[in-house]
C-alpha cells in the first residue's frame, strides 16, 4: 500500500465532483514527474489526499482510492482537449493516468496553513517551498497523521 497526495484545482474538479461521479479518470496531467508516479508507482487500492489547489484556502478535502491502473491518457490524442499532444500516437503514447475512486469527503477542509503548522508534518512534500508538483508521494506516518486531523 502506498499513499499520495493528488492536486485538483475545485473549480476544475472538486471533491464534491469526484463524490458524484465515484469514479474519474485523472487526466489531463502534463509532468513527466508526475506521469511516472502514475505509470510506475501507483497501484490499484493505494489511497489518495485529495488536494484542492488554488483555492481560498487550499488544503485537503477528502480522500479517493486508486482503482484502476494507469492506462494512455485519452485526452492526448483529441484535437479538441487542451491536453492535445501531436507527438503522442497511439503506438506510442507519451501521457498516462489512473482512475481514482471518491472514499470520502472531510467535514471540513485541512487549510495548508494548517498542515504547515504541525511539526510532525514538516517533511511532507506539499509544505516544502517551491514543490508544485500536482501528485505527490506520501509517507504513511504523514497520511496517518491528517486523517486524525479530520476526526
Not at 492535445?84 to 471518491?102: E, G, I, L, Q
Request: aromatic residues 10%.
Amino acid at each position: 500500500m502506498q499513499y499520495w497526495l493528488m492536486k485538483s484545482e475545485p473549480d476544475v474538479f472538486s471533491i464534491d465532483d469526484l463524490k458524484k461521479q465515484r469514479q474519474t479518470t485523472w487526466d489531463g496531467v502534463r509532468n513527466y514527474q508526475a506521469r511516472n508516479f502514475m505509470m510506475n508507482d501507483m497501484k490499484v487500492g493505494d489511497l489518495v489526499l485529495f488536494y484542492h489547489s488554488n483555492a481560498k484556502p487550499p488544503g485537503i478535502a477528502g480522500l479517493a482510492t486508486v482503482s484502476k491502473k494507469a492506462e494512455p491518457d485519452p485526452t492526448q490524442f483529441d484535437k479538441k482537449s487542451e491536453y492535445f499532444d501531436p507527438k503522442a500516437t497511439k503506438d506510442k503514447p507519451r501521457w498516462f493516468c489512473v482512475k481514482v475512486k471518491f472514499k470520502d469527503k472531510f467535514k471540513e477542509l485541512i487549510p495548508l496553513e494548517e498542515i504547515k503548522s504541525e511539526k510532525a508534518l514538516k517533511d511532507m512534500l506539499v509544505v516544502q517551498k517551491g514543490q508544485r508538483l500536482s501528485i505527490q508521494p506520501v509517507k504513511e506516518k504523514d497520511f496517518n497523521h491528517i486523517l486524525k486531523m479530520n476526526k
